[in-house]
């Protein structure tokens, strides 16, 4: 059976293998995103079209979060041990490690005379809500966003719709709030699915919801959930906005993807 040094030391792109699909990658992070948008491939060729890298497949396939076919489960897969580096001699001969302070020494103070921050508090176990918002430019309005400019004017034309486009783009996890009731959990990250579309639906000079696409209700994002097998639900949504930053009457069209998800957090 192949081992992941084989996969990757042989090139063998098309080696069938899963991934576990509850992602146990920190979240929020990047490698949680990754881990997201590859998790669904079958080979390494697949990952990497997916965004996941060589470097994701070795820790992932150490950790334990790949199963190769063959395979009848998930498995960690120890890295071969290193021999230890043998000591090199010094003519001085052994180094004897200071120790700052003692049983009596003072407290440590900052260079601002102040004590040292308290720790934060610890976790709570339960639900929180995890959240993304990611816009791309779908298509240009040339004649009234480009026509007639320079280069220069070209590239700042792009900048201000693009930064106008991305207003409210952001990821996070709402952690002032833990649940203890998966239901209840799930609900919120609904009421907050809608309240980022609701967000986006007010209309303003620059940034407006495109009129020949219908804006997602929530019987629309509700029919989009999905639930992992714990019951965690995953709303997934889109708007598409008209972008004017520079105030010409262009029509610019933007995609805003929406993600909210339930996730358990441990103490």
Not at 67 to 94: I, T, W, Y
Not at 216 to 242: F, M, Q, W
């Amino acid at each position: 059976m192949a081992s992941p040094v084989d996969i990757l030391g042989t090139n063998a792109m098309d080696a069938k293998f899963e991934f576990k699909q509850d992602n146990p990658k920190r979240c929020p992070s990047a490698s949680y995103d990754r881990y997201e948008g590859y998790k669904a491939a079958t080979s390494l060729r697949e990952m990497l079209a997916l965004g996941g890298t060589r470097a994701d497949y070795k820790n992932d396939r150490g950790k334990g979060y790949i199963k190769l076919e063959g395979e009848a489960e998930f498995r960690a897969v120890a890295a071969p041990k290193r021999k230890p580096a043998a000591p090199s001699a010094d003519p001085r001969g052994p180094r004897v490690k200071k120790v700052k302070g003692g049983p009596s020494s003072a407290p440590s103070f900052s260079a601002a005379g102040a004590p040292p921050a308290a720790p934060p508090p610890p976790k709570r176990a339960g639900f929180v809500i995890y959240w993304k918002v990611d816009s791309k430019m779908m298509s240009w309005d040339d004649a009234r966003t480009f026509a007639g400019k320079t280069d220069e004017q070209r590239r700042a034309a792009q900048d201000e719709t693009e930064t106008a486009a991305r207003r409210y783009d952001g990821m996070g996890v709402d952690s002032s709030t833990v649940y203890a009731d998966l239901d209840a959990a799930n609900g919120a990250a609904l009421a907050l699915c809608l309240k980022k579309v609701g967000d986006m639906a007010t209309e303003n000079a620059v940034v407006k919801p495109c009129e020949d696409m219908i804006m997602p209700s929530e019987g629309t994002i509700v029919n989009s959930c999905t639930k992992n097998d714990d019951g965690c639900a995953t709303y997934r949504t889109a708007v598409h906005l008209t972008v004017d930053a520079i105030q010409t009457g262009a029509e610019n069209l933007s995609r805003t993807s929406i993600t909210v998800k339930t996730i358990y957090q441990s103490s």
